[in-house]
């Protein structure tokens, strides 16, 4: 039984990397298109249909993106771009350095907690720029199809490819 699953799971895990990379091909391909699809519309698709021989899946586009650094990249893109994003950021607390003698009293101080008890190195920043609420929708009338390709190297959303309901 062992062995069978064993071998179940190499066959699979070799389908699995190539499904992988041929989605990653296919995003890198739909996305200049769905950028052109979309120039100047109001209402964008919310993705674009890429065909096969009698198939076809959605590369679907969502408003979720990573984020950019600085800011002053996006001029780059587009003279004002910088403004459709914001700073957003998230500290972590990596408990495993925490001193574990005092930890309750630590985390109950909070706002004090990093300069009273010497635990700075706990601390992990994460720091970004994202875009604002309805940017996801405006850039196909803000950007030109250029720009919206230019700006997806920058601050890639994610991207799905979605075979369900598909035929």
């Known amino acids: 039984m062992v062995a069978q699953l064993v071998n179940t799971i190499r066959e699979y895990s070799q389908y699995k990397d190539a499904l992988e990379g041929a989605k990653k091909q296919l995003t890198s391909l739909a996305k200049p298109a769905f950028n052109k699809a979309n120039s100047g519309l109001a209402d964008p698709s919310s993705g674009i249909v890429a065909k096969g021989d009698g198939h076809e899946v959605l590369v679907s586009v969502t408003s979720y993106y990573s984020g950019v650094n ?30 574990k003698q005092g930890e309750e009293s630590l985390l109950a101080e909070l706002v004090e907690l990093f300069s009273r008890h010497n ?17 996801h929708v405006t850039r196909h009338v803000d950007l030109t199809e250029e720009q919206n390709n230019r700006l997806d190297k920058l601050a890639k959303c994610r991207v799905a490819v979605k075979v369900k309901g598909r035929k």
């Open 119 to 135: 635990a700075t190195d706990a601390l992990e920043v994460k720091d970004s720029y994202v875009p604002k609420e309805g940017f």
């Open 70 to 99: 600085d800011p002053a990249v996006l001029e780059a893109v587009a003279p004002g771009l910088g403004d459709s994003f914001e700073r957003k950021y998230s500290i972590t607390i990596k408990s495993d350095k925490l001193p």
